[in-house]
């Protein structure tokens, strides 16, 4: 049974990518409400910028009836504060997302005693994913047709100066 509690899932989505969607699908099967907050992170010269993120990740939640998009900057726990939030959901991929999420969520936590960090780990088939890979894929011309939504495909096509997606995906994009 689904808890009351409102979840944040803080982060860059530059794009949002299949592996994002899957830790906000199983978020909302835990939490009342899950609370996307687009980061808006001016040391990052983003592809896209942090409305259009909101809207991509709107879209590509529509189906979902206890999702929220928002953006935000400043203090990850303020903002969870601010929204009544006790929890920040994050994905963990790989050792190194390890280390990183784990000092990031003590360095939350002497921020604020009462916010709980809560880590989901990667689905197997997206345990590789992020908008990096995305991103790199499509500037080279290949397809991420499997690694986003279709419209966010588009858009990202449209960045890179492609029509349409490759005819072949890229089955390997660790090793591009
Ligand atoms: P950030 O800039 O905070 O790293 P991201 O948008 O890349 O933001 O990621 C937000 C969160 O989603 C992070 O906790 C990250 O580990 C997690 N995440 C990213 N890609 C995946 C994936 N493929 N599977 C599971 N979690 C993921």
């Given at each position: 049974m689904r808890s009351s509690v409102t979840a944040i899932y803080p982060g860059s989505f530059d794009p949002i990518t299949f592996g994002h969607?899957?830790?906000i699908e199983r978020g909302c099967q835990l939490f009342g409400t899950v609370i996307v907050a687009v980061v808006t992170n001016?040391?990052?010269t983003p592809l896209f910028?942090?409305?259009r993120r909101v809207e991509q990740?709107?879209?590509s939640t529509a189906h979902?009836?206890?999702v929220e998009v928002d953006r935000f900057d400043g203090l990850t726990v303020d903002y969870a504060k601010a929204h009544n939030a006790k929890v920040?959901?994050?994905g963990l991929r790989v050792l190194s997302d390890f280390e990183?999420?784990?000092q990031m969520a003590h360095t939350n936590k002497t921020l604020s005693a009462t916010t709980e960090t809560v880590f989901l780990a990667a689905?197997?088939?997206?345990?590789f994913l992020s908008s990096s890979v995305v991103k790199e894929i499509a500037r080279f011309g290949g397809s991420v047709d499997h690694l986003v939504p279709p419209s966010v495909a588009r858009e990202i096509y449209h960045c890179y100066g492609q029509a349409t997606a490759a005819s072949i995906p890229t089955k390997h994009p660790g090793n591009l």
């Open positions: 969607l899957d830790i001016p040391n990052k910028p942090s409305e990740i709107a879209n979902l009836g206890n920040l959901l994050r990183m999420e784990l689905s197997n088939e997206y345990s």
